[in-house]
């Protein structure tokens, strides 16, 4: 594990390791996906090209070679959340991760989600035929853990929370999640899409049951993502083939142990190897830097932000790296085309969280939402941006 270097951050060469950010151009739409740095891209290539085979079947030297790397990427990145690497499957997302512990649990009953998830922790409760309760938020946009309290019974099998906002970056107390639900026997699932990449984050101090987070949020690549749990052992496989087999019979079939039973089919090789890239790249800088870099990139935007009387903010003021906000009489599309004709990438709409939406009274919002690259200068772009369509609307 490399030694954090946070003096990069300080010194403003980060962005120089992502291609992507071409000159002129401010790129605020990290909560969605992030830039990738030329370490992610160089390993992906190189795992694609010279030391391109597949895993875990073939006795040929460079096969095996690759299955020592693949298994090395699964070490890697469960110890970046403080996990043993039995315990880390990979998943195309957190999207099917949540599928995979919906679909699969063996006690489908009542889950308890809240009003800011997003869609990928509401649809897939329905779909697998859990009874959906909805836990409210505070004045200020965090998940109320007081009427969690008073809403969760025995009867309730799960709670699905977001570690971190995808629309107001509100934080969750996971470790007072947890406690709530095991104390009526129940489950915590907390998506981690949008904490992993901008907060430390140790599973077992956590104390939830199941982590899920996506690699294309944490700098790596898309198609690739994360379920953590210490209790893989007690689900049945979801998607059968390949790989995730002990043996086959026409009669009966046996199945590995976790986490191989829910790797159905040749892996993402590449993906993952990029994936443990991207965490090495994170560890290089220091998560406790990169962090306090976004707090101080939000604290600056909010307050330019609530000085202009045209402008709502939402969500609290400890957001983590995400800035939602509204203009009156300006939908948040035209904004966001606006600011695009001036070089700023934002993001503009309901953010796959149409329940949040009808709870904060609006059809979108827009969202700035910032990563290891971003700088102040960013900040300005944005700020001279919304006056140049203050202009345009006034």
């Known amino acids: 594990m490399p030694s954090p270097n946070p003096s990069r951050l300080r010194e403003g060469d980060v962005r120089a390791d992502f291609p992507g950010l071409t000159p002129g151009w401010h790129y605020l739409d990290t909560a969605a996906t992030a830039q990738k740095p030329q370490a992610v891209i160089d390993a992906t290539v190189k795992a694609m090209g010279r030391d391109y085979a597949t895993v875990h079947r073939g006795v040929y030297a460079r096969s095996a070679d690759m299955t020592l790397a693949y298994e090395a990427a699964r070490r890697r990145i469960a110890g970046f959340v403080g996990a043993s690497e039995e315990q880390v499957t990979f998943v195309r997302g957190a999207t099917e991760a949540i599928n995979l512990v919906a679909y699969s649990h063996p006690r ?231 600011l695009d004709e001036s070089g700023v990438a934002i993001r503009a709409g309901h953010h796959c969280a149409q329940p949040l939406m009808e709870h904060l009274g609006v059809p979108a919002t827009a969202r700035a939402s910032f990563g290891v690259y971003s700088n102040d200068d960013d900040v300005t772009a944005l700020i001279d941006g919304l006056a140049r369509v203050e202009r345009i609307f006034g």
């Open 108 to 338: 489908k009953g009542r889950v308890l989600l809240s009003v800011l998830e997003h869609h990928s922790n509401i649809v897939p409760w329905q779909l697998a035929g859990w009874q959906v309760d909805v836990c409210p938020l505070t004045a200020d946009g965090c998940i109320d853990l007081d009427a969690a309290e008073k809403i969760l019974t025995p009867d309730h099998n799960m709670v699905a929370f977001a570690h971190v906002s995808n629309v107001l970056g509100s934080p969750l107390d996971v470790a007072r999640a947890a406690e709530i639900a095991h104390r009526v026997g129940a489950e915590l699932l907390i998506d981690g899409c949008q904490a992993v990449p901008r907060l430390p984050v140790d599973v077992a101090a956590l104390g939830c049951d199941y982590y899920v987070f996506s690699g294309h949020k944490l700098y790596g690549p898309t198609g690739v993502g994360v379920l953590w749990s210490d209790k893989l052992d007690a689900l049945p496989p979801w998607q059968g083939g390949g790989s995730m087999i002990d043996r086959v019979t026409f009669a009966k079939t046996t199945y590995a142990p976790a986490p191989t039973r829910f790797e159905a089919g040749t892996p993402a090789i590449i993906e993952a190897l990029g994936l443990a890239a991207a965490v090495d790249y994170v560890d290089a800088i220091g998560i406790d830097a990169i962090h306090a870099h976004e707090v101080a990139l939000v604290a600056t935007l909010r307050e330019a932000l609530a000085r202009k009387n045209s402008i709502t903010l939402y969500g609290p003021e400890n957001s983590a790296g995400i800035v939602s906000f509204s203009m009156a009489g300006v939908h948040p599309h035209d904004i966001g085309t606006i």
